[in-house]
């Protein structure tokens, strides 16, 4: 599976889309006050098959829901069943019910196999109007789903899921195992000596987000300047944002291809979200993980993940003895066996290389999303 991003141009006929987005909102507030009546009186979810025969008695009422189509109302009621079975799955924690949402926050619909079709070019037709989007690469592979998207500018993104069966299969090159600590300072430090020192956006462009949020609060609300300031915020943040996916997106690349077997350690990000959470959001371990991960494996590289509470950095990586305790302050600290010197993220790094490498061998690589505790 591949996932293509694509920005509609802006175009008068576009306010039929986004008309669309605003009455899939209508429906889905419509359907959780169902469910929550439903709960009252029952005490379970209301099932997703008597709400599908109840949709088609609301839409002959209601002329403004045939705003969205059949297709995209199904996979509403799809997701609306998925987010409650979620929550009463048992032995589940910290899973909330789904809730109201506002038409402003309200963000997207989907369409399936039907709903939609391209017409060569740049275009695509939906509810029997055409649109036209920026084509910045071509569509190979069967799509599955088209969503339409609206952003917190106001701009529509088409994003397409296609199955790419022509996906590259394993070649390993280079014959390179590499394991990879995570840092504060240092974003990478590899197993072969490298260090690749984290940009930190978010730092960099902190004190005009401040401002933006400032002046985004000082205006009066409802008005045509809070607006603007409330704009000129979102910008500040998608400018961050972008700037640190594309330095993830080349570095991705990058290691992919100078390396074949790739090492991390298991993070448990909620966790350090606790303790540092404007930082831990700056360094974005996970995202650049997820990317990572898919990148690797369209390119057959196996991606291995040691348990969570391995030793990396207690263990000498010359001797293989474990300390009992080590502060994270101690950079450097010497064992007294075998007096090898071990710097802490150089040294976890060679262990995570060493423990990876052996699982590699033994053929029990797992090809899986990432294995963070969240």
């Known amino acids: 599976m591949k996932t293509l991003k694509f920005k509609l141009y802006n175009h008068q006929e576009n306010r039929y ?7 899939a909102e209508v429906i889905y507030n419509h359907w959780i006050a169902l469910h929550r009546r439903y709960y009252r009186m029952y005490g379970n979810h209301l099932n997703c098959a008597k709400l599908q025969r109840h949709r088609v008695k609301l839409r002959k009422r209601k002329p403004f829901w045939q705003t969205v189509g059949s297709q995209a109302v199904q996979e509403l009621c799809q997701r609306i069943e998925r987010a409650y079975l979620l929550f009463f799955k048992p032995h589940k924690k910290g899973v909330s019910p789904p809730e109201f949402k506002k038409i402003k926050k309200y963000k997207s619909f989907t369409l399936k196999p039907a709903g939609y079709k391209f017409i060569g070019g740049n275009r695509v037709k939906i509810a029997n109007r055409v649109y036209q989007y920026g084509n910045s690469r071509e569509i190979e592979g069967t799509v599955k789903t088209l969503t339409i998207k609206r952003t917190a500018l106001g701009e529509l993104l088409m994003i397409v899921v296609v199955d790419n069966e022509s996906e590259q299969t394993a070649k390993f090159k280079t014959g390179k195992i590499a394991g990879f600590d995570f840092g504060w300072k240092t974003f990478l430090t ?51 944002a972008n700037r640190r996916c594309n330095w993830f997106w080349k570095m991705a690349h990058e290691l992919t291809d100078k390396f074949d077997v790739l090492c991390f350690e298991t993070l448990n990000i909620k966790g350090m979200q606790r303790l540092w959470a404007r930082k831990i959001l700056d360094l974005a371990f996970g995202e650049f993980l997820q990317m990572l991960q898919g990148i690797a494996t369209r390119k057959g590289k ?10 990396s950095s207690k263990t000498c990586s010359h001797c293989g003895n474990v300390l009992e305790s080590l502060d994270i302050s101690f950079r450097e600290w010497r064992w007294p066996s075998c007096q090898s010197i071990n710097r802490q993220d150089e040294n976890a790094a060679l262990n995570i290389q060493a423990v990876g490498g052996s699982t590699v061998r033994l053929g029990d690589v797992r090809q899986a999303m990432p294995a963070i505790a969240v």
């Open 190 to 240: 590899i197993s072969d000596g490298t260090k690749i020192e984290s940009p930190q956006f978010l730092k960099k462009s902190i004190n005009a987000i401040k401002t933006a949020s400032r002046q985004d609060s000082q205006k009066r609300k409802e008005s045509a300047n809070r607006e603007r300031a409330r704009k000129n915020l979102v910008r500040q943040h998608e400018d961050v």
């Open 302 to 311: 196996p991606v291995v993940f040691l348990w969570r509470w391995y030793p």
């Open 17 to 23: 889309l986004k008309r669309s987005i605003n009455a």
